[in-house]
């Protein structure tokens, strides 16, 4: 699919509503007024926007720890997310899940795990049911560049490449895993070089351009849609501006100023936005109307989130298991 | 009715399930091409297929977690993990994943599958030979059982299958070969209903899988000196049919339980802990365990025979209880 120019403008638009999310969260969270520990993925909306957009309300998504952007633009409202992040009684979580790890099956998201690596599984499940149903969905699962050295991550792509799987695997590189460089963690000079492995392409893409993700994960797509279907690795290679939540403070016991400097000054929004500007797609006036729409939008979720109810603590035992009369109805 | 080994049962169970429903798939190591370790999927391959008998790698984690995300996108997957000492691999999955999908999107999610394996000491070394079943029991999500004999086991895992919850369905090793006999046309078994397999005045015996056996071998035994057992078999451990136990408490006044697991943190501690607080005004002498003692698993004969709860074990602690 061929970008217009006005999926260029939303998907601007979802990479700024992404930082305007993260930001305020980060802010509520200092001051006590959220409860859920942020692990935010400011300077990574590229590869979220990048690999969700033009996907269908059918093709699955795993999120990871850090895919803000993935939920967003699969299109569960910052309203639902952030009411999730205060706890609160929504449908699709009641309280009982994270907003990190919220899940929407209507939407085609699968609620992932706090494990590292451990909702990977999942998704190559998700992808052999569109086998074995025979659709044409497929299944984009996202994980960071810890993840590939679980055990969780090896066993998940070589079965779905044995399968003949469509998924495609998009691993945000953002450098570190909690305070442990991929340098230190990976030998390999790119992740995306492990796919030889499994005998499936991989590619190493430019996370911080959102074009680029969106280029590889179409054409990934196009290589899980053939028969057999063949899955792909994608590595984004991008940045964590912040630490790995919101109590490890940017005190660079891990990493230096100059490399956050560094990685700051290719910034993944300001870019697209240059980008977007000298095509003559984006002018000041829609640049501030975005800005402006995205604040109230997420000032409104705040709100949302504030003002909804707790959940009903009768409620905390429900959905452990499905009882006789649910199967029943 | 007609006359079947419990391995046969087994793959009748599977075979019909699959008939009846699209949605139910085979998928674990050697289960196709193979016919399965211990041949419980036998000639579902060349029946239905590679595509819903699905031969994997050996990644008991990415078979497992395969088989959640299918299940949370509609499919009903039949699992196979070779011997329940390998769950242990997937045991991130078992515990993190299958147990609480549906509870993290609260109730928005079902995971319809099941797990199978098979348990228990028959001589095959430590890490072939354990029964683990107490460390599933304490995982809120996932329902247990175990069954003893043909009709149960075909019953029951025809329940499981059905059921749309994650079930963990843990079959002993020795019993795979016990016939007995199963009605010819569609039938099942509910889970969480104990089934008294042996009824009798004197002693409750409470029990699961091959040590079923054992204390009916025990009860006849017993039977010639007048001491009558009551055999619950409790067929599923989770949900546990309580109300089966401790009426049968009420009436005989004494409660032994016999597993093969061993017996620090087995699943005879949560039933005799049940028992002492429901039954307590009733109990005519304290609760006993007979299970395997608190050790791996060795590999000789005659060092598994002095280890392994035996007729001879049950026999002499029913006689000290009713003496």
Request: some cysteine; hydrophobic content about 40%.
């Amino acid at each position: 699919m061929s970008l217009s120019k006005d999926d260029l403008i939303k998907m601007y638009r979802w990479m700024v509503l992404t930082r305007t999310f993260e930001l305020t969260m980060n802010y509520l969270f200092d001051r006590g007024r959220v409860p859920e520990l942020q692990h935010c993925s400011v300077g990574q909306e590229a590869v979220g926007v990048g690999a969700c957009y033009g996907l269908r309300r059918e093709d699955v998504v795993m999120p990871s720890l850090r895919s803000r952007a993935a939920f967003l633009v699969k299109g569960v409202s910052s309203k639902i997310l952030m009411a999730a992040a205060f706890g609160k009684d929504t449908k699709e979580c009641g309280g009982k899940n994270t907003s990190h790890h919220l899940g929407d099956l209507s939407l085609g998201i699968i609620a992932g795990t706090g494990i590292v690596g451990g909702s990977i599984p999942l998704a190559v499940g998700a992808a052999l049911a569109s086998k074995l149903k025979k659709t044409d969905q497929v299944t984009v699962c996202f994980f960071g560049d810890g993840a590939t050295n679980t055990g969780n991550f090896h066993e998940s792509v070589n079965l779905a490449a044995v399968l003949r799987l469509p998924i495609i695997f998009v691993c945000e590189n953002n450098q570190y895993a909690m305070g442990t460089s991929v340098k230190n963690s990976v030998l390999a000079e790119n992740i995306a070089d492990r796919a030889a492995g499994y005998g499936i392409p991989g590619v190493t893409v430019d996370g911080n351009d959102v074009i680029a993700v969106y280029e590889a994960v179409q054409s990934a797509i196009e290589k899980a849609k053939d028969v057999p279907a063949q899955p792909s690795l994608i590595e984004c290679k991008t940045y964590r501006w912040f630490g790995h939540s919101q109590r490890d403070p940017v005190d660079c016991r891990y990493r230096t100023r100059e490399e956050i400097e560094a990685w700051k000054i290719r910034c993944p929004i300001e870019r697209f936005k240059g980008y977007l500007r000298a095509e003559g797609i984006l002018n000041e006036e829609v640049i501030r109307e975005i800005d402006e729409e995205t604040r109230l939008e997420i000032e409104e979720a705040v709100k949302f989130a504030e003002e909804s109810p707790y959940p009903e603590p009768s409620k905390v035992l429900d959905d452990n298991y499905v009882t006789v009369l649910e199967a029943q109805s | 009715m007609k006359e079947i080994t419990l391995v046969r049962a087994l793959g009748e169970a599977i075979r019909e399930e699959m008939i009846r429903d699209d949605a139910v798939f085979v998928i674990g190591e050697e289960v196709g091409v193979y016919g399965g370790c211990f041949r419980v999927t036998e000639g579902l391959f060349g029946e239905f297929g590679a595509e819903r008998v699905i031969d994997t790698p050996i990644s008991e984690s990415a078979i497992i977690g395969a088989a959640i995300g299918a299940a949370a996108m509609g499919m009903k997957p039949v699992a196979e993990i070779m011997y329940q000492d390998f769950a242990t691999l997937a045991i991130d999955q078992i515990l993190n994943c299958a147990a609480k999908i549906r509870y993290m999107h609260a109730g928005h999610a079902t995971i319809p599958m099941v797990i199978r394996s098979a348990y228990g000491a028959s001589g095959a070394g430590a890490h072939h030979s354990q029964s683990i079943e107490a460390m599933f029991c304490h995982i809120p999500g996932v329902k247990v059982v175990v069954p003893s004999i043909p009709y149960d086991a075909k019953g029951l895992l025809k329940s499981a299958i059905r059921d749309p919850n994650p079930v963990l369905f843990f079959e002993h090793k020795l019993t795979y070969g016990i016939t007995g006999e199963i009605p010819s046309e569609d039938y099942t078994v509910p889970l969480g209903k104990a089934d008294i397999k042996l009824p009798g005045q004197d002693l409750t015996v409470v029990t699961w899988g091959l040590m079923v056996h054992k204390a009916l071998q025990a009860a006849t035994e017993l039977a010639k000196r007048g001491i009558e057992l009551e055999v619950i078999d409790m067929r599923t451990l989770v949900p546990l049919d309580t109300t089966a136990v401790v009426n049968s408490v009420k009436k005989t006044g004494r409660l032994m339980i016999v597993h093969e697991a061993c017996k620090t943190g087995g699943y005879g501690g949560e039933i005799a802990a049940i028992v002492a607080r429901e039954a307590f005004g009733y109990l005519d002498s304290p609760i006993e365990r007979v299970t395997t003692p608190d050790t791996t698993i060795p590999f000789s004969r005659n060092l598994l025979e002095t280890i392994i709860p035996s007729e001879k074990n049950i026999v002499d602690v029913a006689l000290t209880m009713t003496g």
